[in-house]
């Protein structure tokens, strides 16, 4: 008899803290790996942890999670039925006075950490992956892509799996004024909504 995909989610979690793949976990607090059922139908991605996951080691608890946790509950979700990760697992930051800043990740760093966002696919299977802003996207995609192009449709990722690119949840907080986070955030709502749609048409009939 196999590993369950629960024990295996738990033995990749317990690996992954080791990780020293890539030259990010020197300055890391810890891994921050992906956490949600193992038997969930529905993936969400993200870029990579931010301040307070690194020192929570958890992933989308910090404010760009909160506005994805309100959207979830607008658009109908549980988030306790997705199963959400980063397609980098290490908090990538430069260190301004006290304060630690967001750094994107290269694509040596992105390509080190594509081995664990695999073995979480093999491990839960999904049938529906919502990319959450252009690198993920891109990760997913195999090659860059632009939200303009290929947010609200259908997509076919890079593995053939069916999935949905929207916002970032960050993107909601870094608008300038109230009215065009409202917006913003009223946006990834909507998207959101599509993507449970479209995720429903295809795991109605997969058990």
């Not at 080190?112 to 891109?138: H, K, M, T, Y």
């Not at 993107?171 to 913003?184: E, F, Q, Y």
């Amino acid at each position: 008899m196999g590993i369950s995909p629960k024990d295996e989610l738990a033995q990749l979690a317990e690996e992954a803290a080791r990780c020293v793949r890539c030259p990010l976990y020197r300055d890391a607090t810890q891994v921050v790996f992906g956490e949600g059922p193992a038997g969930a139908k529905i993936m969400m991605i993200g870029e990579q942890p931010g301040d307070q996951e690194d020192r929570a080691g958890r992933p989308f608890v910090g404010a760009a999670g909160r506005v994805l946790d309100q959207a979830l509950n607008e658009a109908g979700l549980q988030r306790s039925a997705i199963y959400i990760t980063n397609a980098v697992k290490h908090f990538k930051h430069e260190v301004r006075g006290k304060r630690r800043l967001h750094k994107h990740p290269n694509r040596y760093e992105i390509g080190q950490c594509r081995w664990w966002l695999e073995r979480e696919f093999a491990a839960i299977d999904p049938v529906f992956i919502v990319a959450l802003g252009a690198i993920a996207a891109s990760v997913l995609m195999g090659r860059p892509i632009t939200l303009a192009n290929a947010r609200g449709r259908l997509l076919r990722w890079r593995d053939g799996r069916a999935g949905f690119a929207t916002i970032h949840p960050s993107a909601v907080l870094r608008m300038p004024d109230d009215l065009s986070r409202a917006r913003a955030f009223e946006s990834l709502s909507k998207d959101l909504r599509r993507a449970l749609s479209l995720a429903k048409s295809l795991t109605s009939g997969s058990g």
